[in-house]
């Protein structure tokens, strides 16, 4: 959805990145913002945004912090449809979604449809705080933006670093951009507290939450029950009871994701590949590949046709954490 003002004017400049921008989209009406509460503003790009958001959602929508604080949430649609299903999965949706995304999005454009949006939202909502998570181009230009307002930045899993700026990118540097103004920041240690007051941050602006995501993989799972037909369980239901030895059964469950990597990913497919035709027998590999067709194509093209390796889509949040807690599966990640 789009926030419209009470003139009922919307900017056609999106048209200019995408073709019928406005056709599916609903309005959110600003006039329903109630204007004598605080408002924060959670703006949300990619699926681990939105994972490791859900639990800070989920508390400041409770009936403790419904009087104090208006919440709204905003998607950029950076991972339009993977952000939306791990929402989905913790019962959370989104107040604003600019659905954004577009295929083969190059990091300069991505950043400039952001921003134009990210600053019209924002003059719309006025928000008192903007919210942000990690590291993403989405939580860099955001809390950019809301700078620019003179709007307090608060963020997420602060003070996580590599000290290198090519690995990862450009992630690396999108986090560190953000802590150097960011007026609250959320250490999920105390070795990350201490990157921050060894960069300049205040310490008072600092506070050690632990991190979202853990939270959000207890909450989720000691509640729900995934749902057994998922084809995914049913391939490993299979391999299992079709094994002769029932004792040596693994499942190997790989994920391989960073853009800086991209040139080793043929030699890692064909890592996979040994690894499945040496252990033919007792060996199940599941391997979800990102939507991005310069992965998918190499990783189809190299594993498709083994028996034992299992190609499918992004795995849901509800079934990718019940997979990890399987007796017998191992997850690798093979940082790609």
Not at 10 to 22: A, E, G, H, M, V
Not at 103 to 120: A, G, K, T, V, W
Not at 152 to 172: D, I, K, M, Q, Y
Not at 173 to 185: P, T, V, W, Y
Request: with cysteine.
């Amino acid at each position: 959805m789009l926030l419209k003002n009470d003139n009922n004017n919307i900017s056609s400049w999106p048209n200019l990145f995408k073709l019928n921008y406005y056709k599916t989209k609903q309005i959110f009406n600003i006039s329903i913002i109630n204007r004598s509460l605080p408002k924060i503003l959670i703006v949300l790009g990619t699926r681990p945004e939105g994972i490791k958001c859900a639990p800070l959602i989920a508390e400041l929508k409770s009936d403790y912090y419904r009087s104090k604080f208006q919440i709204i949430v905003l998607s950029t649609g950076q991972h339009r449809e993977i952000l939306r299903q791990s929402l989905m999965a913790f019962k959370q949706t989104v107040d604003i979604d600019l659905d954004l995304m577009m295929n083969n999005q190059n990091l300069s454009d991505l950043f400039h449809r952001i921003f134009f949006q990210i600053n019209e939202q924002i003059n719309l909502i006025k928000p008192n705080l903007l919210i942000v998570q990690g590291d993403t181009t989405t939580a860099l230009v955001s809390a950019l933006v809301a700078s620019y307002h003179q709007i307090p930045v608060a963020h997420v899993e602060a003070g996580l670093r590599t000290f290198n700026l090519s690995n990862p990118f450009p992630e690396e540097l999108n986090r560190k951009i953000i802590d150097s103004f960011a007026k609250l920041m959320f250490a999920p240690t105390t070795f990350a507290k201490e990157v921050l007051i060894r960069e300049g941050a205040c310490e008072t602006d600092i506070f050690i939450t632990g991190n979202t995501g853990v939270d959000a993989f207890y909450q989720y799972y000691k509640q729900e029950n995934p749902n057994k037909n998922n084809p995914i369980l049913r391939i490993i239901d299979n391999f299992k009871k079709n094994l002769i030895d029932k004792t040596r059964s693994t499942v190997i469950l790989v994920t391989m994701h960073r853009r800086e990597n991209f040139q080793y990913l043929f030699d890692m497919c064909r890592a996979i590949k040994t690894i499945a035709n040496e252990h033919n027998e007792n060996i199940l590999i599941i391997l979800p590949v990102h939507p991005n067709p310069n992965v998918k194509n190499v990783v189809l093209k190299i594993l498709n046709n083994l028996n034992n390796v299992k190609i499918v889509d992004p795995i849901s949040y509800d079934i990718f954490g019940y997979i990890i807690e399987l007796r017998d599966t191992f997850e690798i990640d093979i940082d790609i």
